[in-house]
């Protein structure tokens, strides 16, 4: 690939925020263009207006660049021509309008955030298991007069599951039930205080379970024409906040229409691959990987596999109900649920001409 294409982060002092910068440090195809904050970091230099966490250096250029509002991209008569990818990591009460505001502007807004996801016209896309619905681009150009367009992907729990589960279609879904056990890191840098989680487990996280309950069906779901035809079967979910710093682990009970062995689901998910066309810089080598030790998978040990593209499960074994099946699956979600997942997003788009270079 020839010239790099500009990208901006809106949210780029966040949790996820942060994790864009740090991922796109080096990218071979994008390049960092603009970072966007709040009103309460436009104009600081990032090095003071991002509480830096994670355990790499701020990469240096970055770390220069002045923040901006985004009260100011997409405006009339703002354009940063330069720019051709927003990465989206705003809250989501800010997100709808920015966003909206953007995609009509022309930008291609690669969106972290819930707001949009389950509109009928918006992708919700995980490249290795519904990229075809990329095609919904070109209906919500048209339905919405926009001269760019909005693309998301999944919650950092969803994203876990609904890669998990891909594999297992074949073999005829009625049911799944899962409980997961999710990072801090998926609260956002302030979102939940030391005291309230250390030595403790947090039953509850605010409209998590909506959201894994329905988005799996949307993303495991068949494009008819300029339509989504959700999946047929139910999801029942239980969140979790737990003290560990990044990785959501989750425990899966899948029921199936017939009879299954458990080597079936092995053999499923050890021979899952994807399309070749997904073959871009961020995808994983193998997006699912099968742990045979019987204690794996385990946030401290896999949550990194695959440069943290990779999704983890084991523990594989019957259920006490008929045709039943349970394990674990464990993914980064800040990576794989979260950045890494917008950024293969706008590979995948760029490879099939959704993004080009102007
Ligand atoms: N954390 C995860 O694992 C995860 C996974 C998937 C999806 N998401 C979604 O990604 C989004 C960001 O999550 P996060 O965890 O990164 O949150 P966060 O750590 O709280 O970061 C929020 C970011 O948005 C900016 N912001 C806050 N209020 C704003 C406003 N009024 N106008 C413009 N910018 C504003 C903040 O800038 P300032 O520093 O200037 O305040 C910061 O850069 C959320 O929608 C979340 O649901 C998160």
Redesign the pocket.
């Known amino acids: 690939m020839g010239e790099k294409i500009k990208v901006g982060v809106l ?7 942060q994790r864009f910068v740090q991922l796109l440090d080096g990218h071979p195809w994008f390049e960092l263009g603009a970072l966007f ?2 009103e ?2 436009a104009g600081k230099r990032y090095r003071d ?1 991002a509480k830096w966490f994670l355990p790499y250096p701020m990469p240096e250029e970055a770390a220069e660049m002045v923040v901006r509002s ?1 009260e100011d991209v997409g405006v009339d008569g703002t354009e940063d021509e330069e720019l051709t990818i927003l990465f989206s ?4 009460s ?2 709808k309008e920015v966003e909206r505001r953007c995609a009509q502007a022309g930008y291609c807004v690669a969106s ?3 707001v949009h996801r389950m509109e009928k016209d918006v992708p919700l896309v995980i490249p290795e298991v519904n990229a075809d619905h990329l095609a919904l681009i070109n209906e919500q150009r048209s339905n919405r007069n926009w001269r760019g367009f909005i693309v998301t992907n999944p ?2 729990s969803t994203i876990v599951l609904a890669l998990s589960l891909k594999p297992l279609m074949q073999f005829g879904i009625t049911e799944v039930r899962v409980a997961t056990m999710q990072a801090v ?2 609260a ?3 979102g939940v205080p030391s005291m309230a989680i250390l030595d403790n487990v947090i039953p509850y996280i605010e409209r998590e379970e909506d959201k894994m309950e329905s988005e799996p069906l949307k993303i495991l779901g068949t494009l008819e024409g300029s339509r989504i035809r959700n999946a047929s079967f139910t999801v029942c979910a239980s969140c979790h906040r737990v003290p560990v710093m990044d990785g959501h682990t989750e425990a899966v009970w899948v029921k199936f229409e017939d009879e299954i062995s458990e080597m079936e689901v092995k053999e499923a998910f050890e021979n899952f691959n994807t399309d070749v066309d997904i073959e871009t810089p961020f995808a994983p080598q193998k997006p699912i990987i099968l742990r045979e030790e019987r204690d794996r998978p385990q946030p401290k040990l896999d949550r990194d596999a695959g440069r943290g593209m990779s999704v983890s499960v084991g523990r594989i074994r019957p259920g006490r109900m008929k045709n039943e099946i349970k394990y674990i699956a464990l993914g980064h ?2 990576i794989r ?2 950045a890494g997942a917008s950024i293969l997003n706008a590979e995948v788009m760029v490879k099939r001409g959704y993004i080009s270079r102007t």
């Not at 949210?11 to 925020?17: E, K, L, M, R």
């Not at 990591?89 to 989501?92: F, H, I, M, R």
Request: charged share 5%; glycine share 22%; with cysteine.
């Open positions: 949210g780029a002092t966040g949790s996820v925020g904050a709040s309460r970091s207006a985004t990591a705003l809250p989501g800010v997100a972290n955030v819930s919650n950092c890191s998926g956002g840098y302030a979600n800040t649920g979260a």
